[in-house]
């Protein structure tokens, strides 16, 4: 029986009908309150509702009240008079309604509302079969229920319970009384199965003026992926003129998806990429490739391929790739306007396989390099060697005793076009003690480092190498702390004092070539390091002691450190006789001192600082000093000083700063004094309606050693729709530390 309204109750409603013509007599049929029904278009309320009903669907009962219930002919019920009609979570509430029980439909006029699970909607007269639930209502008023999403049309056509049809409609996601935006549509289908919305000649309006026209689009109902245009980016820069570009997302599957985007470069043409993105059990990857097939300006095609991909072979066993290639050494240059991908010079490329069993480890890994000349600059970057291949073995184990045995080896095939190749085998097996207590430690070690080149190059000297040397280290260190009060609040603080021996012998190293081996920039981490080098072509000598001392300054009750400073130097008992070509070996017994001072000094403020200072000629080496203010969501402050003697001096200037209600300002000044240029300039502003968010960037970026470009962004927000404009989000993240969009800080509690 579809409603569960029987032939006595029928007889009883005549009877009660009669009774209604008396005076002061409310009719009341199962209920015995009633409400009126509202068709305010923005004051729509989501009744009380019976829940878990005993039966669902059609054949649920249906609970009807109103001031009158009667029938006019066999299977009619007819009601008038604030009536409210309730079958299996659904409510009808109007000043007149019909109900048909032999077809099963509803008729309802006057101040008509109807509320569903996902949807409350009020109108004039609807139709609506409980079957199906087909049928329509005239000149409606809906919003969403659970999401963001409201408006009006002259009809909605019910296709079931979770499929609509709007005619001349509107669509919004703005607040009620509140239309800075919406969308105009002739025809709106409402898939809430899906959650997506497709409009068909729908128009944009924004702040009251027509901004954009689309014959077709669709738009996700929720934060879900969905298949379907996404919103497109327009901006201008200097390089390619104006920059539109216009994503495709598909929605594959819910583990892997791709994203197509054809992108016109007014002065340039129009590039093609796409990107594809999986994560199965064991496997996950990131694909992208980009094509321009005539650049007008290079006058030649061009082309980026970006490969990632990872795969777990076992429990135990990983294999990966990465392949980066572009056209030619200006691509990203011209095409990007990230200073991350503008200063890249080598693109890496490499396969590998890595396992660990037990104690053990191993890699076999391919790798080579594609290099990218700055055509402005006078000095050409020299290609990385190719590892073609290199293969590494590794153990670690610890002995009941507490004796830890190391071993470290490798064989590594070296491959250049221009330079000498060889093959270069490494092994370094290692014993050490931890000595550890309560107050201190002390960590003696002993090394043997063996190493065999086969070289190609007839013309060296030697094509066979071996070098074998002894290393020997003793770290050690004490732990002092003790409580103290400082402004009311308690804290720790300690006193740690280091000591670091390392003694290897000589061994000529002239005739063993540069494969892989550089320099280490000497900071705090390199002081309590064996080798002075990366790499293998070098092992020092060394007879060397290392003595620092930091000083902590813990707030007791929230574990915070508070100030960290730190103070170390190297002393040398020898002379240096172990260097790389061209660089001249050490004249002094000591190194520089360093110095470095960090930490959350305050709620808001955090500093980070480190000096190197040359203690016989009383001159800073180098230096730099960083200082952070962030006292909530949208305001942030930062500043950074880098100083190198004789080749680096750089300030850095960067911020997010409310300028009023809902007005934000970002920037950033990078300038370098040793080139006498700015390396980066930006400057914007955001502002965040609710519904609705607009932010503007001009950056100035510095894409050569002798070039600059400039580029503008300007984009829209919709809340729920979706972005139009330039996406100036990665800029500014990357440029602005502690920047935020202000949708997430309105959001903030």
Known sequence: MPLQITLFQITLARILHRLSTLPGFALVVLLLTASSASADEFALQKDVELSDPAVAGPEAPMFLMADRIESSAPGIVEASGRVEARQAGQNFFADWLLYDLTLNAVQARGNVRLEQPALLVAGDSLRLNLNDYSGDLTQPVYRFIGQPGRGNAERIDFIDKTHYTLQDATYTTCPVDDDDWFLKVRDLDIDKTRNIG?????SLHFLGVPILYTPWMNFPLDDARKTGMLAPTIGTTERSGLDILVPYYLNLAPNYDATLYPRLLSRRGVQLGGEFRYLLGEARGVNRLEYLPNDNVADRSRWSVALSNAYQLNANTQAGMLFN??????????????????????????????????????????????TLQDSTSPTLLVEPYARLPHARLGMAQTLSNGLELGLASEATRFVHPTLTEGT????????????????????????????????????????????????????????????FRFAGQDYEQTLEPRAYYVFAPFRDQDAIPVFDTALQ??????????????????????????LAVTSRFIEEASGLERLQVTLGQRYYFSTQQVTLPGVAPRTSNTTDLLVAVSGQITRDWRIDTAWQLDTQNGTTVRQNLGASYRPGPGRALNFGYR???????????????????????????????????????LAGLEYNAGCWAMRGVFQRLATKETESTDALFFQLELSGMGRLGANPLDILKQSVPGYRPSNEILQTP
């Open 521 to 546: 920039d000497f900071s705090y981490a390199q002081m309590f390091t064996e080798n002075q080098f990366i790499g293998g072509d070098r092992v020092n000598d060394a007879n060397q002691l290392t």
């Open 424 to 483: 270069r085998v490494l092994a370094y097996p290692t014993l050490r003690l931890p000595l550890t207590n309560s107050f201190g430690f002390l960590t003696p070690q002993v090394g043997w480092h063996s190493t065999y080149y086969a070289l190609d190059d007839s013309a060296a000297e030697q094509q066979r190498i071996t070098r074998n040397l002894p290393i020997f280290s003793l770290d050690s260190g004490v732990y002092f702390d003790r409580p």
């Open 325 to 370: 290639r572009v056209s030619d050494d200006d691509y990203f240059r011209d095409l990007s306007n990230l200073i991350s991908a503008t200063s890249i010079s080598h693109l890496n490329r490499e396969a590998w396989v890595t396992t660990q069993r037990g104690h053990w480890n191993a890699e076999l890994r391919a790798q080579s390099f594609q």
């Open 643 to 681: 100083f190198i003697d004789q080749t680096t001096e750089q300030i850095d200037l960067s911020g997010q700063w409310p300028l009023g209600r809902r007005w934000y300002g970002m920037f950033r000044y990078n300038y370098s004094f040793q080139d006498d240029k700015l390396v980066e300039g």
């Open 198 to 202: 497709t409009a068909r000649n729908a």
